[in-house]
């Protein structure tokens, strides 16, 4: 499978955008079928295909489908404001049929756990019905089942991020108790990257979950630890699966109708009953604890290499009440237009502090390393140690430099006593002439404390964040006055 050319189909989505740089980094040879290529296509690598095409669209497969030996099947219609049943069956048929005449190999698809003898939900029950449809096709079909995925940015993670994040105290109904058996993203992927090498003869469907079998409460658990955090559940016997779509619809970024039918997936067990997967793959499946701290690791590594320039708006509006969140982080990023070259805007950024001050509403920065100082942490005593010049590891008043490209990119990570974690990042880009600077706070609150603070204090951050970013622009146009 490895020298032939391969199709990912929902590239777009949580584990097809993860897979498809996955199997880039293999070296394979892909192609991603899009309705939209001209949103996927700078997400790919330079040797990887874009085409348009859609599953419920039969013609549209033909020339997408020509030339390719194996196909990955990820795309589902839980989302869908009709009948995501008809339409899954619709796309099921048409994507079989399609690879059929084209004469692919196999078909790789990613279904749900659930007993096939028990009354599944819609959800579970259309999951495993495409399956058998695109069996049906002929085609061999390698189908992996499998149950609540673990990893920044898939649905279930979120969820339990933001219930555990926003309700230190949590009413919980009893789908919570659920046993389930939940995977880590890393090994969902192994899993699905090892079927291209899986002999044609051994394609049949593999239940697939981590080390542990534990419920929704057990992961909410699980989280908490890791964030630090105190969760207190107090379990009622009734709570249907619509009065808790409309209460995740309330507190998490769910909505309403997709929160429906995901509960309604979870008050069936989702568990591994048949363990060949284990024989037939090497994939060895982390339990939940190393799970969830992979997926705070590999949000680290996300930030930590993060330009919040291709993430936002570079309009240079402001930004909406509150900020933008990405993951737990919330987000204020504002940029401004300056008539000078990329160095004089970045030279009143490096002398930030200290003697400088914060460009604007020093009287608020000094006052709030007061209040800092009273509660036992650093204030504004250090000061630093250059005033012209900076380091990694310098110290700048309560912050240090934990990032530092000159005369482009400067990022202080806060060293005060907060609810939570906070950075300030600088970046300039421009030609000699002409330069957009853009600054950036960052704050990952711990639970609803740290959110309480900074959604207090964002009228404040308005001010002094919006006057401290004019301030530099104007240093900027005086560095380039002085012809510095």
Known sequence: MNDGLVLLTGASGYVGGRLLKLLEERGLRLRCLARRPEALRPRVGPSTEVVAGDVLDRPSLDAALRGIRAAFYLVHSMGASGSFVEADRLA??????AARAAGVERIIYLGGLGCEEEELSPHLRSRQEVGRILRESGVPVLEFRASIVIGSGSLSFEMIRSLVERLPVMIT????????????????????AAGLALPVAACRVYEIGGADRVSYADIMRVYARHRGLRLRMIPVPVLTPYLSSLWLGLVTPLYARIGRKLIESIVHPTVVRDAAALTAFAVRPVGVEEAVRRAFASEERHY???????ALSSSGAPPAWGGVQFGSRLVDSRTRDVPAAPAAAFAPIERIGGAAGWYAWNPLWRLRGFLDLLAGGVGVRRGRASPTTLRVGDAVDWWRVEALEPGRRLRLAAEMKLPGRAWLEFEVTGDGRAATIRQTAIFDPVGLPGRIYWYTLYPVHQLVFGGMLKGIAKAALREKEAGR
């Not at 109904?173 to 699905?192: H, N, R």
């Not at 930590?304 to 291709?310: G, L, Q």
């Open 92 to 97: 099921a048929r048409n994507f079989g049929a």
């Open 173 to 192: 109904p009893k789908w919570v108790k659920v046993p389930a058996q939940p995977i880590a993203i890393d090994d969902l992927l192994d899993y699905l």
């Open 304 to 310: 930590a290499a993060t330009r919040w320039s291709d």
